[in-house]
Structures are given as C-alpha cells and as structure tokens.
C-alpha cells in the first residue's frame, strides 16, 4: 500500500506494484505514475488522508471548508485539461475517464475538485482544448502579459 497503516487496510488503496510517485520533469514536478493498464470507467482506487480545513499544496477539495491532505497519492496527480481520471469527492473514488495504458502518468483536471487552488500557474498540458492557465472553478483568469501568453502558448 501506498498509505501507512494509519488509514486502514482498504483493498482499493492504491499499492505500490501499482502505482509510484516519480518526478515526471522539473517543470511538472512529481505525479503518480501507473504500472498497470485500467479500461474506461473502471474505479482504479480508493483515496485517503487526512481531513483539513484549509487550502494545502497536496490536497483536494471535499467540500467548501474541508480538504483531504494526501501527501502519498491523489496529491501528487498531475493536470491536464484533457484528463485520464476523474475523482469522486464524496466516494473518495478514482475512475479512468478512458483507457489508460500501463507506464502513464494520471492527470485529473483540477477544476474538476477545486474552487480556488492553492496556486495558480501556466498550463503546459498541451491539449487541444488547454485553458492556459490552470485555475479553480471559481477563480478568475489573471491578467496575463503578452510575454506570458507566448510562453504558455509556445
């Protein structure tokens, strides 16, 4: 298991022949990377850490004022605005949002969980449908510069 004992023995915990945490890039930084392939719609694990009430680096939106720390997991899952999981917040479940290979990296769309992040910052995903900039659901884009756009965009 990827989880200390802390968090109990749940058979969807994800396991470590399963999955790691690796640095992806310096740019990226760590994501979680599966060793396995998962088909569409399949539940691939159950998530866990501790329940927080502010906004971390590592956690995830449960709901206004609660957030779920994860600094051995879910907290580590990259974005894309094309992702390859989705996260049930009142489950505590991830699903592949389509086939994902075994070697791939898991990238939510952090919109998806997030009213406000704990940064923002430029999008590199690479998407044909990238917003740019990777922001909460509720967050405004900032005013970029020309300098920045054409940095994000090149």
Same mark, same amino acid.
């Given at each position: 298991?990827?989880?200390?004992?802390?968090?109990?023995?749940?058979?969807?915990?994800? $396991?470590?022949?399963?999955?790691?945490?690796?640095? $992806? #890039?310096?740019?990226?930084? $760590?994501?979680?990377?599966?060793? %396995?392939?998962? $088909?569409? *719609?399949?539940?691939?694990? +159950?998530?866990?850490?501790?329940?927080?009430?502010?906004? %971390?680096? @590592?956690?995830?939106?449960?709901?206004?004022? /609660? +957030? =779920?720390?994860?600094? @051995?997991?879910?907290?580590?899952? =990259? @974005?894309? !605005?094309?992702?390859?999981? *989705?996260?049930?917040?009142?489950?505590?479940?991830?699903?592949? =949002? /389509?086939?994902?290979?075994? #070697?791939?990296?898991?990238?939510?769309?952090?919109?998806?969980?997030?009213?406000?992040?704990? /940064?923002?910052?430029? !999008?590199? !995903?690479?998407? +044909?449908?990238?917003?740019?900039?990777?922001?909460? /659901?509720?967050?405004?884009?900032?005013?970029? *510069?020309? *300098?920045?756009? @054409?940095?994000? #965009?090149?």
């Amino acid at each position: 298991m990827l989880y200390p004992a802390i968090y109990g023995q749940n058979p969807m915990f994800p $396991k470590a022949t399963d999955f790691e945490v690796v640095l $992806k #890039n310096e740019m990226a930084g $760590k994501g979680v990377i599966c060793y %396995r392939a998962f $088909k569409r *719609s399949e539940v691939i694990a +159950h998530i866990s850490g501790d329940v927080v009430n502010e906004i %971390r680096q @590592h956690t995830l939106q449960i709901s206004t004022d /609660k +957030h =779920l720390y994860d600094p @051995h997991f879910s907290g580590y899952f =990259l @974005h894309s !605005c094309a992702p390859n999981i *989705s996260l049930d917040m009142d489950k505590l479940t991830v699903t592949a =949002l /389509k086939d994902i290979p075994a #070697n791939s990296f898991l990238y939510m769309d952090y919109a998806e969980t997030e009213d406000y992040l704990f /940064k923002q910052f430029p !999008c590199s !995903c690479g998407s +044909h449908n990238c917003r740019g900039w990777i922001t909460g /659901k509720n967050e405004r884009l900032p005013v970029l *510069s020309e *300098s920045v756009l @054409h940095a994000v #965009n090149s």
